[in-house]
């Protein structure tokens, strides 16, 4: 018996488990998924040898490969809207200070097309409204924190267009409990999985399924049994010839 102040570091790995073996293998099997609503923090360690062989023409495999299409348009129409908009930030920052005025902020908005305005500010409807709206401290100029903010605030997801995640759209209740899910299983591979578990992980990629789909057709089970065979199989081998050649 401890100490329940202790409990934290009685329940840790090192003291439940013991050290590191190399004379024995853990395997944790890690479901990949081509969906960008899941956030895993395995999958872009370990997808690039977990690959889909073959996606069956199931009808959920073609909504899902629909869906991947239309969000990849406009991820890329987003991202070169914001690409343009942040070039014209820095040539319309006359005096290099790094803030934006509202006179330099109108010669911005006049030069975006009414596609990119449409996609940076949605509603808004003039450089002013814009502007009111970016400039929180009421100062009269922004920054671009303040910019990135903004658009972070509208959905668009500025920064993680580039660091491969996406935002997470809530609108119902199975959208909400599948959100909760995926955070909390996000959270206990944080605590219990660390970058040196990787090269012993077997990673199953499950394409086009994700963690809520349940009724599944026969096409789609077998399509899942294969895609466990196959990348089991390849991680065997993986790991067999890494410890060949040691």
Not at 22 to 30: E, F, P, R, S
Not at 100 to 124: G, M, T, W
Request: glycine share 6%; net charge neutral; charged share 30%.
């Amino acid at each position: 018996m401890k100490d329940l102040e202790q409990l934290p570091l009685t329940l840790s790995n090192e003291n439940r488990f013991g050290g590191r073996s190399d004379k024995t293998l853990g395997i944790q099997v890690v479901i990949l998924r081509d969906s960008e609503t899941e956030i895993d923090t395995c999958r872009f360690y370990i997808e690039k040898r977990a690959p889909v062989y073959v996606k069956p023409d199931s009808a959920l495999s073609r909504k899902r490969r629909a869906e991947k299409l239309a969000k990849t348009r406009e991820r890329k129409r987003t991202a070169a809207a914001v690409k343009r908009f942040f070039s014209s930030l820095e040539k319309y920052d006359a005096n290099m200070d790094g803030h934006i005025s509202e006179p330099e902020f109108e010669n911005i908005y006049d030069q975006l097309s009414d596609e990119d305005k449409q996609i940076l500010f949605r509603e808004q409807s003039t450089s002013k409204v814009v502007f009111k709206e970016l400039d929180k401290s009421g100062n009269g100029r922004v920054t671009f924190a303040d910019i990135v903010r903004y658009i972070e605030q509208k959905g668009l997801s500025a920064n993680q267009i580039f660091l491969g995640h996406r935002r997470q759209d809530v609108n119902g209740f199975v959208s909400y409990l599948s959100s909760v899910f995926n955070a909390m299983l996000l959270n206990i591979k944080q605590l219990y999985i660390q970058p040196a578990d990787f090269g012993r992980t077997v990673g199953i990629n499950t394409g086009h399924v994700e963690t809520t789909d349940f009724d599944l057709s026969e096409e789609d089970v077998n399509f899942l049994t294969e895609q466990g065979r196959r990348c089991t199989m390849d991680f065997l081998k993986m790991y067999a010839a890494e410890r060949k050649e040691k």
